[in-house]
């Protein structure tokens, strides 16, 4: 029973202590600037990223004068390396009917060029850059760009054969625009 009440003695003596060093902070004003700073202070903005859609206008250098293709793709993105073949087969097609098809790749150039040679793809223009600046949220990505850089289509994803056919009739039925 002794050392109950040494106990009882003891939190009540510590609860005491505890009061009065809150009671000190409250009244110094110092409580709100410790305890609540965060509170007070509003979060951080996170920046909004713009996805790609159509009749957007792409910032340079995809303003060219004329309808265009973007390819992006990422290293170590599986749905990109599965789509290789596809790419090969619009390359090709790009090639014969004149079209212009861009790359567009994260992190260096080096690396970019490094990927697409071991993946037998030679795009004839390569660029790169932070791909969510670009408005690519997702990889791979096919963007079909008007003159003036609007966009006219995206597309996201390991495509399904209805949409290769699709981004292949867009090369083979248009030549140029302007």
Not at 138 to 149: D, M, Q, S
């Amino acid at each position: 029973m002794k050392d109950l009440a040494k106990l009882l003695e003891l939190f009540a003596n510590l609860s005491i202590l505890f009061l009065a060093i809150l009671g000190l902070a409250v009244a110094s004003g110092r409580f709100s600037a410790f305890f609540l700073a965060d509170a007070n202070r509003p979060l951080p903005s996170v920046p909004s990223v713009r996805r790609v859609t159509p009749g957007q206008r792409l910032p340079k250098p995809f303003d060219a004068d004329r309808q265009h293709l973007i390819v992006a793709l990422q290293l170590g993105c599986r749905f990109c390396d599965a789509s290789l073949p596809f790419y090969a087969r619009l390359l090709e097609a790009a090639r014969s009917h004149g079209f212009p098809v861009s790359a567009v790749l994260p992190g260096s150039s080096e690396s970019a060029t490094a990927y697409l040679r071991s993946a037998s793809l030679s795009f004839p223009d390569v660029k790169t850059m932070s791909l969510p600046d670009l408005g690519v949220l997702g990889t791979p990505t096919v963007i079909l760009v008007a003159p003036g850089g609007i966009v006219k289509a995206e597309w996201e994803g390991r495509l399904s054969p209805q949409q290769e056919a699709e981004v292949l009739h867009v090369v083979r039925a248009v030549r140029e625009v302007r």
